[in-house]
């Protein structure tokens, strides 16, 4: 098996994280470190989820952006795609934490289909369903089940963290200001991602794949540039290993801990070829 050198390390900063703006709005840094065991200081540090799950809807590979900025639906076509993964074809529901290889399909002669594959797509369900805890000193900080700032304190004990439900809903915020990590600004319904480096594409999509934001917004759709185009021919076989980083963000003030909510969405790509 020949690994192909083709890595994809991007970052999915779904609205959820900036939906408590009046708590968290300027807290980010291009980096934000691994928590220490402290409380934080008017700032964020990183744990890993105790649960993490999303599901996903989609997966392409394509030659072109399959989402430019004057579409309203993502066009595959144009895009010249393949696509991976389907649940209205495979009828199997991925959430990327029990499954993470999606196998190259044949593409036989199909010349529209040879070529230079540059954009990893990818549609989940808008809703991530997260838990997790975070102790300091004798104390242990959990999720509640009504939000990110619905913290359960106690002593150590074996109880577990309540799962929570984070959505997308506007990438300004309620207050329509603009993000920092959007390229100009962003819109309500799409942001072009520059955040520790990484760029990507992210938007709002609703029932029918179109792009929205609100309460209309029932999926999410990413794109990101591989680093190095793979190329695919007619006889490339093999398949595509997604890993994600199952990380929380924990909020606090230096005194205690005001939120835990589900940090920048991290995930890695790799084309194994046989």
Known sequence: MVIKKNFLLKIILPYFIWGISSLRGQLYANTILSCLG?????????????????????IDICQNNPFPSFRKTPDYINGNCINLYDIRKDSIKY??????????????????????????????????????????????????SKGPRNIIVGKNNSSKPEKIDEKLTNWRGIQDKDNKYCENGGTSSRCELNYNNFKLTAIGLNADFEETFGDQTKYLFYSSRFNSPIKIKKDTKGYFDIKYQKN?????NGKVIKSISTA???????FYED
């Open 95 to 144: 959430n990327l934490n029990r499954n993470s290889k999606f196998e190259l399909p044949n593409i036989d002669n199909n010349i529209n289909k040879q070529g230079n594959y540059n954009f990893l797509s990818m549609i989940f369900r808008n809703k991530f369903t997260v838990s997790g805890e975070y102790t300091v000193g004798d104390k242990t900080y959990k999720t509640g």
């Open 38 to 58: 402290d409380i934080p200081n008017k700032t964020s540090c990183l744990i890993k989820a105790t649960s993490y799950k999303i599901n996903v809807e989609r």
């Open 248 to 252: 929380l963000e924990v909020y606090g």
């Open 264 to 270: 920048p969405f991290l995930f890695k790509s790799a």
